[in-house]
């Protein structure tokens, strides 16, 4: 099992560029998440997946948007990237079941100029 | 805004000695669990301990929960090189399937 993938790894924009992150899982699981990462802090909710076909606000959704493509398949998408949004990026996974730990990716580093 | 404080926010010492690390939370949790970062990686689990639970242990892990004080610590003892990295806690509240961070401690190991 690969666990949970990301692409890009490195990025690089220029302020009102738009791009897609993506991420996959392949554990079968329901719930997935989009966290961001600023310098000196911990991770801060973007929007999440309950599971196919949903999709829900976190902390800090204002100039994001998401798909849940699949059951596989969580995509991020900036619009008209901003500088604010230089950052790093995670994507999580979680199983069914009330006690579980989430499954994070490696993260993609994102720069907006 | 994050639930979680941690406590210091960084933490160095030798190799061999213990470290311990301090959360507090603002609400009432399902459960709390800590990760551990190694500088530019994901987050990796380390434990998880429900609400109705004290103490946990895991190898040289041990995290201890108080709900009356909303707060919780993780001792590494024996520390060695390779616990170099940043530790956070995140709670899990009643009903939800999010995580909420801290901001993490900062953990170097000296040789």
């Known amino acids: 099992n690969a666990g949970v993938t990301q692409t890009p790894k490195f990025q690089v924009l220029k302020t009102g560029q738009s791009m897609t992150l993506q991420c996959a899982q392949d554990?079968?699981?329901?719930?997935m998440y989009w966290y961001r990462q600023d310098p000196g802090m911990g991770l801060r909710l973007i929007y999440y997946?309950?599971?196919?076909?949903?999709?829900d606000k976190g902390e800090v959704p204002n100039g994001y948007n998401v798909s849940r493509l699949n059951k596989r398949e969580f995509s991020l998408r900036l619009e008209s990237a901003a500088p604010s949004q230089t950052s790093v990026y995670f994507c999580?996974?979680?199983?069914?079941?009330?006690?579980?730990?989430?499954?994070f990716g490696p993260g993609t580093r994102l720069t907006v100029l | 805004s994050q639930q979680g404080e941690e406590d210091p926010q960084a933490l160095s010492i030798q190799e061999g000695e213990n470290a311990t690390m301090n959360c507090s939370y603002k609400?009432?949790?399902?459960?709390l669990q800590w990760y551990r970062q190694n500088s530019g990686r994901g987050l990796v689990h380390l434990i998880l301990?429900?609400?109705?639970?004290r103490e946990k242990h895991s190898g040289r892990l041990r995290v201890t929960l108080d709900t009356s004080k909303k707060s919780s610590s993780l001792l590494i003892t024996a520390s060695r090189a390779a616990d170099t990295a940043s530790y956070f806690c995140?709670?899990?509240?009643?009903?939800?399937?999010?995580?909420?961070f801290g901001q993490g401690t900062r953990l170097t190991i000296n040789p």
């Open positions: 999580a996974s979680l199983p069914p079941g009330s006690y579980n730990e989430q499954f």
């Open positions: 554990m079968n699981h329901n719930s």
């Open positions: 301990i429900r609400s109705n639970e």
């Open positions: 997946s309950a599971s196919e076909g949903t999709t």
């Open positions: 609400t009432s949790i399902n459960n």
């Open positions: 995140a709670t899990v509240t009643s009903g939800a399937q999010k995580l909420v």
